[in-house]
């Protein structure tokens, strides 16, 4: 049993930047970086192991052969249950929203999409869409739809480096241009969109719009805001909660010399390395040094390590 790296598969959608290949060292051929999946088991883009002896398999090849290093918290779930993703918006993406597990394994074959925002970096006067000002009817969204006035009632928020968001499934969004974010989220890639500033895709055509779906699952509300917890002053380093529920847990860690954590056979950990560099160490395993974009995954049962240094990380594990 050994903590690896993960080689993160990205994705070069139209409205992407280059900071994730620039700053973050994302290997990629395309013009532009949008995402890179940091923690995946998802066939549209897994993450495959890079060191140890398992170097080469894709991340969901490793945990089949050794499932036990899910962690049992995960005993609960039919398949991996997050997603984590590092996404440059160097232009606002579609408006959007994500259908709950009901609705999404029934129409489309896999789970829905509560997912929550880090923003790890944000242009001044950037803003993201989050939910509705206020409460309207189903008449109402689908007539500003058609008539293209539908920003005119949803919530834009004006954002910063540090600001925290959780997406509840059934809740309109959209990322803004300028932002730079770490998202988790459930392990899904159903999305559909309901306005997208008359783009048009690689083919020249207009994208998709899910108009008649999104009606269905769209909550037409403002949105149910989750603060983040209090930031805790730990032995090296501080402990900011973000969010819990039942698909993932999530804090930031601001480590000042030295961070001591636990992976207990209940869940499996992983680390983000968002700025800095990090050196992780645990007893009978490799020391490896994590930089600024490189991402960890560390066994259930595994026990105690440290990560070393500083910098600042995203924790994620299942409780």
């Not at 995960?74 to 440059?88: A, H, M, V, W």
């Not at 923003?119 to 309207?136: H, N, P, R």
Request: hydrophobic share 35%; with cysteine; aromatic share 10%.
């Amino acid at each position: 049993m050994y903590a690896m790296k993960l080689i993160a598969p990205c994705k070069d959608y139209i409205w992407g930047g280059t900071r994730l290949r620039d700053e973050y060292g994302k290997k990629s051929d395309a013009d532009k970086v949008a995402e890179s999946w940091e923690l995946s088991c998802h066939k549209d883009g897994p993450s495959t192991v890079a060191t140890g002896e398992c170097k080469g398999l894709t991340l969901e090849e490793y945990l089949k052969r050794n499932p036990s290093y899910l962690g049992t918290n995960c005993s609960r779930f039919e398949y991996f249950p997050i997603l984590i993703k590092l996404i440059d918006a160097k232009d606002n993406l579609s408006v959007q929203v994500h259908p709950d597990n009901e609705y999404a394994l029934r129409v489309e074959g896999e789970y829905g999409k509560t997912e929550m925002w880090y923003v790890l970096d944000a242009d001044e006067g950037a803003q993201l869409l989050y939910g509705f000002k206020s409460e309207i009817t189903t008449e109402e969204f689908r007539q500003r739809i058609e008539n293209n006035t539908l920003l005119d009632v949803v919530n834009a928020v004006p954002v910063k480096k540090g600001d925290f968001f959780f997406i509840e499934s059934g809740t309109l969004h959209a990322i803004g241009k300028g932002i730079l974010i770490a998202e988790i989220q459930q392990n899904s890639n159903t999305t559909y969109r309901i306005y997208d500033y008359g783009r048009v895709g690689k083919d020249g055509k207009p994208r998709e719009l899910h108009i008649d779906k999104a009606v269905e699952v769209t909550r037409l509300a403002p949105p149910n805001v989750h603060p983040k917890g209090e930031t805790v002053q730990c032995d090296g380093y501080t402990d900011t909660p973000l969010a819990k529920c039942e698909y993932f847990t999530v804090d930031v860690l601001d480590i000042a010399e030295k961070a001591q954590i636990t992976a207990g056979t209940g869940s499996f950990v992983h680390i983000l390395v968002t700025e800095g560099e990090l050196v992780f160490t645990a007893d009978g395993a490799d020391t490896l040094t994590l930089s600024k974009g490189e991402s960890l995954f560390v066994p259930a049962g595994l026990g105690d390590f440290t990560l070393s240094g500083k910098a600042a990380a995203v924790k994620t594990q299942i409780d």
